[in-house]
């Protein structure tokens, strides 16, 4: 069975520094990584996903993430935090044998300190 | 513009009561799928649906139903409400077939079970 742990619930940056969340998965076969982003009172929306080829992927709002096989690990970075990034981000991962179906990671919420 | 759309937005109900939870898209998507959002458990699967008259449980299925009569909407049925129940509920939609292809959120259900 699938599973995602994210470490770090809560993660306060200010303004202008790296933002690094990270994620590990476990997979029996070679998932499909998503990275969501949820602000205050909305659904979810997507940031980034990586499916097969290159390992480090680019998203939107400047976030980008590396898979790593060997560690299992598929953490989001973005090199500047901006207010606006303030939110919940979750990790997800998913099997093509599973079809769409999504496993998500506990979230981090991110406080962005001016 | 097409869309997902969940009604109502806010719901406060009693134990014991049934609740129905509307989710409606206009992606003519055939996957959707319903999730609970509960403080450290990131989100959860509770049923999915691949196509119409197709339904199944998910992670956390116990006490909720689904049924799929037409592609644009997938209904949650809280049969008897439980204050265990309370949590934020997100529909989601997908195309089917392709497991890479991100889900597309609702704005979520904030349900509340006195």
């Known amino acids: 069975a699938q599973s995602v742990t994210q470490l770090g619930s809560h993660v306060s940056v200010s303004e202008g520094a790296l933002v690094l969340l990270r994620c590990n998965y476990s997979s029996s076969v070679p998932p499909y990584l998503f990275w969501y982003v949820q602000y205050p009172n909305q659904g979810l929306q997507l940031l980034l996903k990586?499916?097969?080829?290159?390992?480090l992927v680019k998203g939107i709002n400047g976030f980008e993430a590396e898979f790593k096989k060997s560690e299992t690990s598929f953490h989001l970075t973005k090199p500047s935090a901006h207010m606006s990034d303030a939110a919940e981000y979750f990790c997800?991962?998913?099997?093509?044998?599973?079809?769409?179906?999504?496993?998500f990671g506990g979230g981090t919420r991110v406080l962005v300190k001016p | 513009d097409a869309e997902i759309t969940q009604s109502p937005r806010h719901k406060i109900t009693e134990t014991g009561r049934q609740v129905t939870l509307a989710c409606h898209q206009t992606?003519?998507?055939?996957?959707m799928f319903w999730y609970r959002q509960d403080l450290g458990h990131g989100l959860r699967l509770i049923h999915y649906?691949?196509?119409?008259?197709?339904?199944n449980k998910g992670e956390v299925s116990d006490g909720y139903s689904v049924s799929r009569s037409n592609t644009e909407d997938l209904p949650l049925t809280l049969e008897s409400a439980a204050s265990s129940q309370t949590s934020v509920y997100f529909c989601?939609?997908?195309?089917?077939?392709?497991?890479?292809?991100?889900?597309?959120f609702g704005p979520g259900t904030r349900l509340t079970v006195l």
């Open positions: 997800a991962v998913s099997e093509q044998a599973a079809g769409n179906k999504l496993t």
């Open positions: 649906s691949y196509g119409v008259h197709d339904t």
């Open positions: 992606w003519n998507h055939n996957n």
């Open positions: 989601a939609s997908t195309t089917s077939g392709v497991p890479t292809n991100e889900q597309f």
């Open positions: 990586y499916t097969t080829g290159a390992t």
